[in-house]
């Protein structure tokens, strides 16, 4: 049976889906803490969420350990109306976990339980590939490419995304404690670059991958030919944008940070919403500008709560923002 695309035009979101523990009280270091709260996480899922959360239609491709988290985690994908076709439970592996901290200043420390864990066990023959071919926009990021299986299940996915005519979107999210090295991120981060037709990087990947500090001159540096907007999100500084035409910076909107967790998932989840139903928004400035002030929002409301999926805003929410602005 071939998946149904409706009309709304399917975003599809590939790669890892694990539980954050997140501390019960801010600021302080793991061995501190005095207790942890699960919260669902794994940046293609959030985004997945994100879009759903915005009313655009979802799914995610990816694999589970046949546990209790991993049902869990499917679960909440359901009842956030994200279509779960294309997920996977492996039976001799677990769920992945990670224990983030939130330092006093919002920021986040890692510290990942994989050995391995399930969503690195995804081969190619187990992608489902009617999921993946009904994408109008095809997003991932790198984790799913640090070790085989699933770096050629990822591989795979994004080529059958592209023939069917996909918008290829590229998040690499870098998490440097599960590679094992530096070198080995930047390489296999950059191995997936030109394929890529919109890519969001941070200011603190920006540096990483050019070993340069943040400037228009280094953000272009990561600029192919066949990419259609390049974002440079910079926190609380708003974001900046790059297409070959034009370029400019979009501020973003004071709030009380709590936790900046899921907050470059509900941007590019929102951008990716607003861009689905006319790529020429990536040609209009005026256009994007509207559409990046609108990420930025859905950014800003996700730091004001703990956890990524509890934070992502729906639609109503960015709007009271964007009028209290």
């Not at 994200?82 to 492996?90: K, P, Q, T, Y």
């Not at 081969?123 to 993946?132: Q, S, T």
């Not at 926190?235 to 900046?260: L, Q």
């Amino acid at each position: 049976m071939a998946f149904s695309n409706g009309d709304g035009g399917l975003i599809v979101s590939f790669g890892e889906m694990l539980i954050d523990f997140v501390p019960t009280v801010s600021g302080v270091s793991l061995a501190e803490a005095p207790g942890f709260l699960k919260a669902p996480g794994g940046a293609p899922a959030n985004v997945a969420i994100a879009v759903a959360r915005l009313g655009g239609r979802a799914a995610f491709v990816g694999k589970l350990g046949d546990d209790e988290f991993g049902h869990m985690l499917a679960g909440i994908l359901k009842e956030n109306g994200v279509n779960g076709d294309g997920i996977l439970f492996d039976q001799g592996a677990r769920t992945a976990l990670a224990f983030v901290t939130l330092r006093s200043d919002g920021e986040r420390e890692f510290m990942f339980y994989r050995n391995p864990s399930a969503d690195m066990l995804l081969k190619p023959a187990e992608l489902n590939l009617d999921v993946i071919r009904a994408a109008k926009v095809f997003h991932y990021g790198s984790i799913s490419l640090i070790t085989e299986p699933c770096r050629s299940a990822h591989l795979r996915a994004m080529e059958v995304a592209k023939e069917a005519g996909a918008l290829l979107s590229y998040d690499p999210n870098l998490r440097l404690p599960l590679w094992p090295s530096p070198k080995d991120a930047r390489d296999q981060i950059l191995s997936i670059w030109e394929q890529a037709d919109i890519i969001k990087v941070s200011d603190v990947e920006l540096e990483f991958l050019t070993d340069r500090e943040v400037s228009d001159e280094a953000a272009l540096s990561l600029w192919h030919p066949g990419l259609k907007l390049l974002l440079l999100t910079l926190g609380e500084k708003g974001c900046r944008y790059y297409t070959k035409d034009f370029r400019g910076a979009v501020d973003t909107f004071k709030v009380k940070t709590v936790d900046t967790t899921g907050a470059g998932d509900a941007f590019v989840g929102a951008l990716l919403t607003k861009i689905l139903h006319d790529h020429s928004v990536l040609e209009d400035e005026t256009r994007l500008r509207e559409v990046l002030k609108f990420s930025n929002a859905c950014g800003a409301i996700t730091t004001t709560k703990k956890g990524a999926i509890p934070a992502l805003p729906n639609e109503s929410e960015v709007h009271q923002l964007l009028q209290g602005a």
